[in-house]
């Protein structure tokens, strides 16, 4: 082979080597894009399925004249030095013949079924809503009466609004996470949008006998059927997870807050409920939660939740007389391999020695990923230095083998530091300082190794560390002798 065929297979290497990059480059921006879009998401659902106190109902006539409303619909609408009293001086101009065909519909008696009712933009630019964007939807009113209209008013999310900002005129509806119900004093149904009759699970016809009292809490010993109605009575306002059955449908959990609404002499006329999806929002706030407490590159638990979880296994350790021993695991030649690798690699290495490490734990155990290059462990139920010794040794046995990352075969190795409560440490910062402190002193002495912390005086801790052939662990001594580690 001459120096020009060298060359080209040297090339074509190194060709493969940036298609490998570009490729791991590709996955991580693929990854992170697929995670923003996912934890953007779960806050959106929260930010729009908020349980408020105060529900934004408000009543008005055929003419649009506000005459009812909840007090903190009352005080969207009159915040300004000029008393808001019609409706139409708050709504976009573009959305104002929507709001006329709607009036006229519910003159001729045929007013648009809640289904199929658009939703009216509020204007953002108007003295009344100060920037802020709202919009409006009319209830389907039961009883049949055509005199008042019923109005839920919903402020738009970040996403809801670019979506009528960009369009305002042709957005004809905002998918709703929310369901909106209006009651009298008695518990009978007034009024209802959509998402209550998809909730209910009731056709249009069987609205009419339903009552408030088909919602129950699912606690026992919480307020039954009756007793929330009548607390809704008594304090003109409810908040609480109630879930329903209808039409022989699962029962869903919903969350669902109660206001009153008031006339102009701010006497109780009825009440306005919203119900969001319980279930949803639980799901939202699980994962971001589970995006708070756990490591990107990893999957396990953070440094936080970590810390968090410690502490509590302490408090009941200290009051059942048991032990838990934290094991700090540092990856011995990551660091350097950062520095001379692109982070894809180095991020390579820190999936596989925590799947490495999280292979040799148990289900009582947890793993967490501290820091950069730093893994710790929390051991329940080691009750002296020999079960303590057996598992770091099988760790830096596993941490020793080999590893193959983008077609380089590479060793990295780690160092152990050891501390057990309560004999090394009464709570999680002192235990912590003394793992790390032992396991600083088995890289000093060369890595690959593992250093038991004894808070007994004068003492020598005990280290393990690989044969040349790196197949076996021998226990020895660290060099330094009489060194005291104290708390």
Known sequence: MNAMDCQLEQYAKDFQALVGLHRDLEQRYEHLSTSHRQLAGAGEVLRSMSPHTRVLCLVTNLQGD???????????????????????????????????????????????????????????????????????????????????????????????????????????????????????????????????????????????????????????????????????????????????????????????????????????????????????????????????????????????????????????????????????????????????HDTAVGDAIIKKMGDRLLALTRGCDLLARADDDQFMLLLPGPHNDAEIVIVATQMIKALSEPLTIQHQVMQIGGSIGCAMFPQDGSDFPTLTKNAESTMRLARKAGGNRYCLYKHRGQSVPAVAQSRNDSAAIDQCDIPTTNMELSA
Not at 108 to 116: L, T
Not at 223 to 229: F, G, M
């Open 66 to 340: 506000i005459v009812q409303g909840t007090d903190r619909a009352r005080a969207l609408f009159e915040r300004t030095v000029k008393k808001v009293t019609s409706i139409q001086s708050a709504v976009a101009i573009l959305h104002l013949p929507r709001l006329k065909s709607l009036f006229e519909s519910r003159q001729c008696d045929s007013f648009i079924a809640a289904v199929d009712a658009p939703e009216i933009l509020l204007n953002p630019t108007s003295e009344v809503l100060n920037g802020e964007i709202f919009v409006m939807s009319p209830l389907q009113t039961v009883n049949g009466g055509t005199s008042t209209v019923y109005w839920f008013i919903h402020e738009l999310g970040k996403r809801e609004q670019r979506e009528f900002t960009s369009n305002p005129f042709g957005a004809q509806s905002i998918a709703r996470r929310t369901a909106a119900v209006v009651f009298d004093a008695s518990g009978s149904i007034l009024a209802m949008d959509a998402g209550f009759q998809h909730l209910t699970g009731l056709e249009e016809e069987n609205v009419r006998q339903i009552e408030l009292t088909m919602f129950h809490t699912p606690d026992p010993e919480n307020v039954n059927r009756a007793d929330l109605l009548r607390e809704v009575r008594l304090l003109g306002q409810w908040q609480g997870e109630v879930s329903a059955i209808a039409d022989q449908r699962l029962a869903y959990r919903q969350w669902m807050s109660v206001s009153a609404i008031l006339d102009a002499n701010r006497k109780v006329v009825a009440y306005a409920a919203q119900l969001v999806d319980r279930e949803k929002m639980l799901m939202a706030e699980r994962f971001l939660l589970d995006a708070h407490y756990h490591d990107a590159v990893t999957g396990l638990p953070n440094r936080k939740y970590f810390k968090e979880q410690v502490a509590r296994r302490i408090a009941a350790e200290r009051q059942a007389g048991g032990h838990v021993t934290l094991l700090s695991i540092m990856l011995d030649r990551r660091q350097w391999i950062n520095d001379t």
